[in-house]
Nanobody, 133 residues
Framework: EVQLQASGGGRVQDGGSLRLSCRAS????????IGWFRQAPGKEREGVSC????????YYADSVKGRFTISSDKAKNTVFLQLNSLEPEDTAEYFC??????????????????????????WGQGTLVTVSS
């Protein structure tokens, strides 16, 4: 059984930092891309970042580029999302998800594919991030 366990959310002040973790089990970690998504109340789900454990490539939404960093620890089957310079607009429930990584020739198409939640097979529970001003 595939399980994704997200943790690390909390409440921070504007400009603060958090590190989210997503521990995966029941899948071949190296074959999968792990994505982070978020959903704020009343808003649509948004793809935040993704990492391919097959080749280490990383992808970010424009809204978080330069502030968030995704990384992977293969020994622990865990993906981390470092959230820096947090803003109230980052307040949301954050979810991690996994899909088999299939690289496309077109890097822009691949980025859109990986940051779209429609293509992920497995989802973890959310972890809440609250940023106060």
């Amino acid at each position: 059984e595939v399980q994704l366990q997200a943790s690390g959310g909390g409440r921070v002040q504007d400009g603060g930092s958090l590190r989210l973790s997503c521990r995966a089990s029941g899948l071949t970690f190296d074959d999968h891309a792990i994505g982070w998504f978020r959903q704020a109340p009343g808003k649509e789900r948004e793809g935040v970042s993704c990492i391919s454990n097959a080749d280490g490539s990383t992808y970010y939404a424009d809204s978080v580029k330069g502030r968030f960093t995704i990384s992977s620890d293969k020994a622990k089957n865990t993906v981390f999302l470092q959230l820096n310079s947090l803003e109230p607009e980052d307040t949301a429930e954050y979810f991690c998800a996994a899909q088999i990584y299939l690289p496309f020739e077109d890097p822009q198409l691949l980025r859109r594919w990986l940051l779209s939640g429609d293509h992920y097979n497995y989802w973890g529970q959310g972890t809440l991030v609250t940023v106060s001003s």
